[in-house]
């Protein structure tokens, strides 16, 4: 699986937009970007995934260059309950599925008043 | 989206004892089930793949004769820590999906502190 870099850690306010930004460059044709969420002691739960362009749900959108060897995270006006830990991660057409992840350090987002 | 469960969410044990965990799919079938480790302020690290039917297939490094893994269902798969002491203590997550191209979804995590 292609290996993935992301910021250990952000801080941001109630109400803004948050862009967390991973880099593959060594991203694979048939890969997907795939994005989890971590609370504290509990599992992970899934955000988003793409391949490319934009891809958009009810609660992120995922943006993806053409040379797909970033991805960007975006989540709109975030609130407390956002504080977690966001983890992207790089893998095959079946990235979930029957394939195993490999999961990076992630980014610990910290959302204040 | 579809749902995993564990059971226990949190356990303590004696050191030498041992523990078992289990992980279901409720509301669909999963013929691969996810076993992962993490330690406190640490990612995830996958310990084994679970096969419906068949033998798992462990990580490099983790020791199939301690944390021994069955998956007789297809909504079910166990992980038992046998012999269990401190430096097990630790944080297990197991995954399931609901097929080839599907997204994985975790269980909610089962603390275990062997004291």
């Known amino acids: 699986l292609a290996k993935t870099t992301q910021p250990i850690s952000m801080d941001s306010y109630e109400g803004q937009e948050v862009n967390i930004t991973c880099s593959h460059n060594?991203?694979?044709?048939?890969?997907?970007i795939t994005w989890y969420q971590q609370f504290p002691s509990q599992g992970p739960r899934f955000i988003i995934q793409?391949?490319?362009t934009k891809v958009t749900n009810e609660v992120a959108s995922l943006f993806i260059p053409a040379d797909r060897k970033s991805s960007t995270l975006s989540l709109p006006r975030v609130s407390l309950s956002d504080t977690a830990v966001y983890y992207c991660?790089?893998?095959?057409?079946?990235?979930?599925?029957?394939?195993?992840?490999?999961f990076g350090t992630g980014t610990q987002l910290k959302v204040e008043l | 989206g579809a749902v995993v469960s564990q059971h226990p969410s949190r356990v303590i044990c004696k050191s030498g004892t041992s523990v078992k965990i289990e992980c279901r799919s409720l509301?669909?079938?999963?013929?691969?089930m996810f076993w992962y480790r993490q330690f406190p302020k640490k990612s995830l690290m996958l310990m084994a793949t679970?096969?419906?039917?068949?033998?798992?297939?462990?990580e490099q490094g983790v020791e199939k004769d301690k944390f021994l893994i069955n998956h007789a269902s297809l909504t079910l798969s166990t992980l038992t820590v046998t012999s269990a002491h401190p430096e097990d203590s630790s944080f297990y997550i197991c995954?399931?999906?609901?097929?080839?191209?599907?997204?994985?979804?975790f269980g909610p995590g089962t603390r275990l502190l062997v004291l």
């Open positions: 995954s399931a999906s609901l097929g080839a191209g599907e997204t994985q979804y």
């Open positions: 060594n991203i694979a044709t048939n890969d997907y």
């Open positions: 793409g391949y490319k």
């Open positions: 991660l790089v893998g095959p057409i079946l990235t979930g599925g029957g394939n195993k992840l490999t």
């Open positions: 509301d669909f079938q999963a013929t691969t």
């Open positions: 679970s096969n419906e039917g068949s033998k798992a297939t462990y």
